[in-house]
């Protein structure tokens, strides 16, 4: 199904940029968006990221600022961390963060000094480069020791991270990542970091939209500092927000501005108050429950098709598939699905004996195709699918490839994505 066009000021304008544009939206409607950290905003969050407020610089907090004119800039920001707080039951909220790595340095500066130990998981088990990976200026600046997940079970071994936390004394645990399928144990972490002595930083950039809507349990009260971006699960716009309780509420706003950052994006600022908005209704947590619903579905699909999932299935909106036992690199495999209509990640599986960037798995996830209306009931064909598409990635049969990309927007047509243009 052919998109209309839209935008006709940047067309006028720019009509290169313009079919970019148009090109991107068309490839958001025809595929199936798997990666899972991806999403599709509202047409609100859409509107609200591209207003007038990106005209005006604000540095400072509402009521503090650097510069005057700010009558509704304030109130924007005020009404953005009301929300936040409101949602998430938290003292404190600050969303001025640019997005998830800026967030989680500026918890670095809140609490660190270079060269301390920090204590994250590491990036091939499923955790995130902020969280003291090596390559990171967290790994690079700081001290990062890091825990894993047990090869036996793919599940986070406790008394592993307690004795590495006991025998280093990070001044920062960070728990949460990138490619966890399971529930993170708040609480277990939290004594962990008692015992320890460290802050602990609760990074829900995943999943945060499964808290927010009732369908993951919540990081409050058990972590000092919650980090989350707000494009994933939460369905917002490109930023991200640090929330704490009271206590480190001035250490936090001191190490956004001045420490790290400039001007906040205003426009963001308000597309976020537009998500979390949206983030409180009721339907919002039947989106939350459908995006796990799904993603159990579409892991039960997978596993009776011969697929090998880390931890054996998934708790959240997420599914980290090792293809090994396909005999398909994960790279190989990501790629022909791209070809195929459907976008996925390669990603490291843990353990994995390949090189991140030509790993063994592929990482999948539920919250695009589910903000499309698709359900349980689609995800023995979206599992029949990426049978077929790694079946045809081993054989370089491109054919096979071109049928079901086909087969996927047919499909797809049915179920229009929110914010993309409509006749
Ligand atoms: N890039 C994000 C993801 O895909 O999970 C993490 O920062």
């Not at 008692?194 to 808290?211: F, P, Q």
């Not at 349980?376 to 979206?382: F, I, K, L, P, Y």
């Amino acid at each position: 199904m052919t998109l209309p066009l839209s935008h006709p000021a940047l067309s006028a304008t720019d009509p290169e940029l313009a079919a970019l544009v148009g090109a991107e939206e068309q490839l958001q409607a025809d595929t199936l968006r798997l990666i899972p950290s991806e999403n599709y905003v509202s047409q609100a969050v859409l509107e609200a990221s591209g207003t007038v407020l990106q005209n005006k610089y604000s540095e400072g907090y509402a009521g503090r600022r650097y510069y005057e004119g700010q009558q509704n800039i304030d109130q924007v920001e005020r009404l953005a961390t009301a929300r936040a707080k409101a949602l998430f039951g938290v003292d404190h909220a600050n969303v001025q963060p640019y997005s998830g790595s800026p967030a989680n340095l500026a918890v670095y500066l809140a609490f660190a000094e270079p060269g301390d130990t920090v204590m994250g998981m590491a990036l091939p088990m499923g955790g995130h480069l902020t969280h003291g990976w090596g390559v990171s200026v967290t790994g690079k600046w700081f001290r990062g020791v890091q825990y894993g997940v047990r090869q036996d079970t793919g599940l986070i071994d406790f008394d592993e991270v307690r004795d590495l936390a006991l025998k280093e004394r990070p001044k920062l645990i960070f728990c949460g990542g990138t490619a966890l399928p399971r529930t993170i144990d708040f609480a277990a972490f939290a004594e962990i970091a008692r015992e320890s002595g460290a802050v602990l930083v609760a990074d829900v950039a995943h999943i945060a939209g499964l808290i927010a809507g009732g369908a993951h349990p919540s990081p409050v009260p058990h972590a000092d500092v919650i980090s989350t971006t707000t494009h994933k699960t939460l369905r917002g716009p490109r930023g991200a927000m640090l929330m704490s309780r009271e206590e480190h509420a001035k250490a936090i706003d001191k190490a956004v501005f001045p420490g790290l950052q400039g001007g906040p994006h205003n426009q963001t600022t308000a597309a976020i108050a537009v998500a979390l908005h949206e983030a409180a209704q009721p339907s919002f947590r039947d989106y939350a429950h459908a995006v796990v619903a799904n993603a159990k579905a579409l892991a039960e699909a997978l596993l009776a098709r011969g697929f090998d999932l880390v931890s054996g299935g998934t708790d959240n909106h997420l599914i980290l598939m090792d293809l090994t036992p396909k005999d398909v690199p994960g790279k190989v495999a990501a790629k022909a699905l791209d070809r195929a209509g459907i976008v996925v990640n390669y990603n490291t599986v843990p353990y994995d004996p390949r090189k991140p960037f030509d790993p063994s798995g592929v990482r999948i996830g539920t919250p695009s195709l589910t903000s499309r209306g698709l359900g349980t009931e689609h995800m023995a064909a979206v599992a029949d699918w990426i049978d077929r598409g790694v079946t045809a990635a081993r054989t370089g049969d491109e054919d096979a490839l071109a049928g079901i990309r086909a087969e996927v927007a047919d499909l797809m047509a049915s179920f229009p994505a929110p914010g993309l243009p409509t006749d």
